[in-house]
């Protein structure tokens, strides 16, 4: 992917809505040298996600919005994220959908991370669902955002194998654990093609 820009690294948001454990991996990877972005901006559609601690600890400027009214919300989401040269956006565990116009408006420069392997458990309680379907294997994907929900273009995924006696905690924690890895390397592979 090539994106038209002045900067050494693609200036990248991230879009929380919790505990933001995959922003601290994202954050982590793009000090990296090798990394193709860099972490200017958090967003939270909740003004008490854990998260947001990240924002303080590495200095990065942060917006909450509630997206209550959620065309206003994206239209001054829209222009601070142009007023800050944001080329790239990365969800991560945020819990708001956002409309096609805003989609459209960042063309293909918005990732999501979703808990399965998808196109198998679109929504939420993945991991639940999963389980009570006795599922063998489960999973992450890093995707395209497109205006339909968890239905764009898939970039990377990672299967997990679901052991005899998990439950919902030790599943949850299981694939957190990949998802940390797998959007440094879903951002690696875009880059490279
Ligand atoms: C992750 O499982 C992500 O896939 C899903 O929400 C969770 C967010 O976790 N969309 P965190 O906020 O990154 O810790």
């Known amino acids: 992917m090539v994106l038209s820009t002045g900067y050494s690294k693609i200036r990248t948001a991230v879009f929380i809505s919790g505990s933001g454990t995959n922003l601290n991996s994202l954050i982590k990877f793009s000090k990296n040298i090798k990394s193709p972005i860099s972490i200017k901006f ?11 601690n990240y924002a ?8 909450v919005l509630n997206f ?3 065309n206003v919300s994206e239209k001054n989401l829209l222009s601070i994220l142009k007023i800050n040269n944001i080329e790239m956006i990365c969800l991560a565990g945020f819990m708001k959908i956002l409309s096609k116009n805003f989609i459209e408006k960042f063309g293909g420069k918005i990732l999501n991370i ?16 999963a389980l009570n379907n006795r599922e063998k294997y489960t999973g992450c994907t890093v995707h395209f ?12 995924q990672k ?13 949850t924690k299981k694939v957190l654990i990949q998802e940390h890895k797998l959007y ?4 690696l592979k875009i880059f490279s093609l």
């Open 56 to 63: 303080k600890k590495y200095k990065i400027k942060k917006k």
């Open 114 to 129: 979703h808990p399965s392997l998808l196109p198998k458990y679109k929504g939420l309680n993945t991991h639940q669902r």
């Open 68 to 70: 209550k009214n959620k």
């Open 145 to 156: 955002v497109n205006s339909r929900l968890d239905s764009g273009k898939i970039i990377l």
């Open 159 to 171: 299967k997990i194998k679901i052991s005899k006696n998990e439950n919902l905690a030790s599943l």
């Open 42 to 52: 958090i967003v939270s559609s909740n003004p008490k996600a854990k998260g947001l």
């Open 184 to 187: 440094p390397k879903a951002i």
